[in-house]
């Protein structure tokens, strides 16, 4: 029977001889000088800016020609027919500089010994050459059912593309593969979706980012793929000939960009850092007289493809969903109608000149909790510029409707930011212009200020039906407050300021003032709004960076809040912004923190606070002496307390102060009682010893020997020298989740420093020196700023520093060798920036002017140094 030979994709340009002489010295250089010619071309219209989609493609064309050359003399180790396919971005020829080199291996037949040697003389050259491939081998039965459980290799699946090897083993293969049946299409739809949900939930479901991904970021080049899927599954043709360019102009944007990253790391990375934006900018040529102007220019670039690639996603998939064959359209009045796309108007023309009628699109849309129509939204992008906002808001009722809009519901985040993405909103508020894709570059902040602005009115939305159970607190609040449209009303326009770099909360003020006129907000509404944009910051500032639990600082904030309602709305405030700066910023920590100034705050306002000092006679001793237990006598534990400041009753429950009690008995000079407890994430350390030099430091730099991040530490010292210690902080390393014998080896070592029989500067030294703790450039210039108003009892000390190893350690020593007292310390990270506020004494008094100066100088000295000598 005669042998059919197998058909082979691409040209065959070597000769069997030249096939086969790939293992030898000339055949490596043979494949390394047509990878190094192909990697120059590359680079070389990156250079020039030119690195989009022809250039991807060109390069993946050489690489094809590697890859046949190189399965071609990989041919002669098997006779089974068998297909070689590029997969996923190589699939679709995008391939970049670092990009990996996905292939499928199919044979049709099964795989022995001849088939193995086969896959490692296709894949061995290819590591040769130092390229990152991706492989997946299978034979032509299994892909008779879909692999559900590896939805990333269904997807790239879709893709695939032959490269060498016989089309009758790749097309079959491929016709499964490619959702030609309905089952395979919906397990690409359902693997695409998910995929799709679990990388938007990791960006907080926002295209604004300040160094997004280009790749994997919402409005990336993975958006623009799913989209394109989708389209193709799509029954009814919905997207028009302009928002398919729009997608080939988004890619060809992207990949430039991406690009340059490429080339600029030499690595594989996607993500378009503030440390990589002024470069990107350049070889892409936008234009600008500072490389700040440049950046703005491409990061609009960018935030405008993105947004293009995210609303064709969102046609795609509504497209390819079972809603696209339902063409009913319902009439709601006044020009409204309700179509499978969403809200819309029935006679666009009409629409067009009547802009007052624009609101009633969004109203409708959020009553009935569905989006707002592509063809309304365009009919917005076209003409919103046309108008003024007098056009919009022509009387009191269209300014009051407006006013009732702006009241927290679900829908109003996604409302709003349509709003904005269609240029409606800035025209509505010329106010909001100013900060629209405004990024301001820190370590801290992860969006622009127009969409972090936009989050915090989704966190205020989402206390409504809140996913957390501490949450319920907050959200009984939104309930009791008497116009929470005015906290939204706030919430927009707290960062408009942020187009200056000065005062921002200040200039905020200034800007609304021409909105509050023009919405006719009454007088004491007006207050409340210009209270909240003003003031803004200062209840994250009191309990992040001052001792809440301070009776005095809950008297200033009383004060400066002056009611029930403006506390309440404050506090709401103040939880969405937090929660708006990233997702991790709202840790449960800073959340208990924020509820127990506002329960501190709302008692003052209503019931008034007690003495500061801890009395005999006053109502919780009495209590606690009431309930004590048998192995307390009322004397020890009177003892115990007397010369412990007021906050001390209000942070510990009885439990605990019982516990602190007992930890005080038979204390002697350099021992150390202790009791170590975990709450949930954070652990809390009790520490009970005699007053002796460097204390509290100490404590503080073995905690971080064992890599434990630092939330709050306090000391309390009684007036025989008793000192109570408490820190609570988060096991950043695992040292007491992964070290069986971790407590005691933690408990020795803080015996050993507090004793004098180890010293902890050179163990943290020893450490800092090690790879993983290694510093880095610094990005954060110190401050040291002193307080001596803020507090009627402490000189309060502020330090602004790059986080480090053992910040707090060599800090509180430097204050230690100025015999000063810490009675608190607060901690607070913001990215790489350390914020400590340390509330300090001298002699049982405040710092006079002279300590302060002179313990600023040491400190700055220190922070500048790194480790004080002495």
């Known amino acids: 029977m005669p042998v059919v030979s197998p058909v082979l994709v691409g040209p065959n340009t070597m000769s069997t001889a030249k096939a086969r002489d790939l293992g030898t010295t000339e055949g490596r250089r043979r494949l390394t000088a047509l990878l190094s010619a192909a990697r120059e071309e590359f680079v070389v219209d990156v250079q020039r800016g030119a690195g989009g989609r022809v250039a991807h493609a060109r390069f993946a064309d050489h690489l094809d020609e590697l890859i046949r050359q190189i399965v071609d003399a990989a041919r002669t180790h098997t006779e089974t027919p068998v297909a070689v396919a590029a997969l996923g971005g190589y699939g679709r020829r995008t391939l970049c500089l670092q990009s990996d080199i996905d292939l499928l291996i199919v044979f049709d037949g099964r795989i022995g010994r001849p088939e193995e040697r086969f896959v490692k003389s296709v894949l061995h050259p290819l590591w040769d050459l130092r390229l990152t491939v991706?492989?997946?081998?299978?034979?032509?039965?299994?892909?008779?059912?879909?692999?559900?459980?590896?939805?990333?290799?269904?997807?790239?699946?879709?893709?695939?593309?032959?490269?060498?090897?016989?089309?009758?083993?790749?097309?079959?293969?491929?016709?499964?593969?490619?959702?030609?049946?309905?089952?395979?299409?919906?397990?690409i739809l359902e693997a695409l979706l998910q995929l799709t949900e679990q990388?938007?939930?990791?960006?907080?479901?926002?295209?604004?980012?300040?160094?997004?991904?280009?790749?994997?970021?919402?409005?990336?080049?993975?958006?623009?793929?799913?989209?394109?899927i989708l389209l193709s599954f799509a029954e009814t043709v919905t997207s028009d000939t302009m928002d398919r360019q729009r997608l080939d102009q988004a890619e060809d944007f992207l990949l430039r960009g991406r690009s340059v990253l490429h080339l600029a790391t030499n690595r594989n990375l996607n993500v378009l850092s503030h440390d990589?934006?002024?470069?990107?900018?350049?070889?892409?040529?936008?234009?600008?007289?500072?490389?700040?102007?440049?950046?703005?220019?491409?990061?609009?670039?960018?935030?405008?493809?993105?947004?293009?690639?995210?609303?064709?996603?969102?046609?795609?998939?509504?497209?390819?969903?079972?809603?696209?064959?339902?063409?009913?359209?319902?009439?709601?009045g006044l020009n409204l109608e309700l179509t499978a796309d969403g809200i819309g108007f029935v006679d666009?023309?009409?629409?067009?000149?009547?802009?007052?009628?624009?609101?009633?699109?969004?109203?409708?849309?959020?009553?009935?909790?569905?989006?707002?129509?592509?063809?309304?939204?365009?009919?917005?992008?076209?003409?919103?510029?046309?108008?003024?906002?007098?056009?919009?808001?022509?009387?009191?009722?269209?300014?009051?409707?407006?006013?009732?809009?702006?009241?927290?519901?679900?829908?109003?985040?996604?409302?709003?930011?349509?709003?904005?993405?269609?240029?409606?909103?800035?025209?509505?508020?010329?106010?909001?212009?100013?900060?629209?894709?405004?990024?301001?570059?820190?370590?801290?902040?992860?969006?622009?200020?127009?969409?972090?602005?936009?989050?915090t009115v989704r966190g205020i939305e989402r206390l409504l039906s809140p996913a957390q159970r501490s949450r319920e607190r907050f959200s009984s609040l939104l309930g009791e407050l008497r116009s929470p449209g005015l906290l939204v009303l706030a919430l927009l326009f707290a960062d408009v300021g942020k187009w200056k770099d000065d005062n921002h909360a200040e200039e905020s003020v200034r800007m609304v003032q021409t909105v509050l006129d023009r919405l006719e907000v009454t007088p004491e509404g007006r207050q409340d709004v210009e209270f909240l944009i003003g003031q803004h910051l200062q209840m994250s500032r009191a309990a992040?960076?001052?001792?809440?639990?301070?009776?005095?600082?809950?008297?200033?904030?009383?004060?400066?809040?002056?009611?029930?309602?403006?506390?309440?709305?404050?506090?709401?405030?103040?939880?969405?912004?937090?929660?708006?700066?990233?997702?991790?910023?709202?840790?449960?920590?800073?959340?208990?923190?924020?509820?127990?100034?506002?329960?501190?705050?709302?008692?003052?306002?209503?019931?008034?606070?007690?003495?500061?000092?801890?009395?005999?006679?006053?109502?919780?001793?009495?209590?606690?002496?009431?309930?004590?237990?048998?192995?307390?006598?009322?004397?020890?534990?009177?003892?115990?307390?007397?010369?412990?400041?007021?906050?001390?009753?209000a942070f510990f429950d009885a439990v605990h102060i019982y516990r602190h009690a007992r930890l005080s008995r038979d204390i002697h000079p350099d021992e150390v009682h202790l009791f170590l407890e975990q709450k949930g994430e954070v652990?809390?350390?009790?520490?009970?010893?005699?007053?002796?030099?460097?204390?509290?430091?100490?404590?503080?730099?073995?905690?971080?020997?064992?890599?434990?991040?630092?939330?709050?530490?306090s000391a309390m010292t009684s007036p025989a020298g008793l000192v109570l210690d408490i820190f609570q902080f988060t096991d950043h390393e695992g040292f007491f989740r992964f070290n069986p014998d971790a407590t005691p080896q933690f408990e020795k070592l803080l015996q050993d420093v507090v004793a004098g029989r180890q010293d902890v500067t050179e163990l943290l030294q020893r450490k800092e020196s090690g790879f993983r703790h290694r510093r880095g450039p610094r990005r954060v210039s110190p401050v040291v700023n002193f307080d001596n108003e803020h507090s009627q009892r402490y000189t309060v000390l502020e330090i602004v520093a790059q986080d480090a190893l053992g910040l707090l350690y060599r800090i509180s020593r430097v204050i230690s060798r100025h015999g000063c007292d810490v009675d608190l310390v607060l901690i607070s990270t913001e990215g790489n920036k350390a914020i400590d506020v340390f509330h300090l004494t001298k002699a049982a008094a405040k710092l006079s002017e002279p300590a302060q100066m002179a313990l600023k100088e040491d400190l700055e000295r220190m922070l500048e140094e790194g480790y004080e000598t002495h």
């Open 348 to 455: 666009r023309q009409q629409a067009a000149g009547d802009p007052a009628s624009w609101l009633g699109v969004f109203e409708a849309a959020i009553d009935r909790r569905v989006p707002v129509s592509d063809d309304a939204l365009s009919l917005f992008e076209t003409y919103a510029a046309r108008y003024t906002p007098l056009d919009y808001l022509p009387s009191s009722a269209e300014r009051q409707r407006l006013r009732r809009f702006l009241r927290p519901r679900p829908g109003l985040y996604a409302r709003l930011s349509e709003m904005h993405d269609c240029g409606l909103l800035p025209r509505l508020f010329p106010e909001f212009q100013a900060i629209s894709y405004r990024v301001i570059r820190d370590f801290y902040h992860k969006y622009t200020v127009d969409e972090h602005t936009l989050l």
């Open 544 to 649: 992040f960076r001052r001792d809440s639990e301070d009776p005095a600082v809950v008297r200033q904030f009383a004060a400066l809040v002056g009611t029930e309602e403006r506390l309440k709305m404050l506090c709401l405030m103040t939880v969405a912004d937090v929660e708006a700066v990233s997702t991790e910023t709202l840790t449960a920590w800073k959340e208990e923190l924020l509820w127990r100034l506002y329960v501190d705050t709302y008692n003052h306002l209503t019931l008034g606070y007690g003495d500061e000092m801890i009395e005999r006679g006053q109502a919780a001793v009495a209590a606690l002496q009431a309930t004590r237990p048998d192995d307390l006598t009322e004397a020890e534990l009177a003892r115990f307390l007397e010369g412990f400041p007021q906050r001390y009753l």
């Open 683 to 713: 652990w809390e350390l009790s520490v009970v010893t005699l007053d002796k030099p460097y204390l509290f430091s100490n404590i503080s730099g073995v905690l971080s020997y064992f890599g434990m991040d630092i939330l709050r530490g």
């Open 199 to 228: 990388r938007h939930e990791q960006s907080n479901y926002t295209i604004y980012q300040l160094e997004p991904d280009v790749k994997d970021s919402p409005g990336g080049l993975r958006d623009v793929v799913a989209a394109r």
């Open 134 to 187: 991706g492989h997946q081998v299978r034979v032509l039965k299994d892909f008779d059912q879909p692999e559900r459980d590896n939805p990333e290799f269904l997807l790239a699946l879709f893709d695939a593309r032959l490269l060498a090897g016989d089309e009758a083993v790749f097309e079959p293969a491929q016709e499964k593969f490619r959702g030609s049946s309905v089952d395979c299409r919906e397990e």
């Open 276 to 332: 990589l934006q002024e470069r990107v900018a350049e070889r892409l040529r936008y234009q600008g007289a500072q490389p700040q102007q440049r950046v703005e220019a491409l990061m609009g670039a960018y935030f405008r493809h993105a947004r293009n690639v995210n609303r064709a996603l969102d046609r795609a998939h509504r497209a390819a969903g079972p809603s696209a064959r339902d063409t009913t359209r319902v009439a709601l």
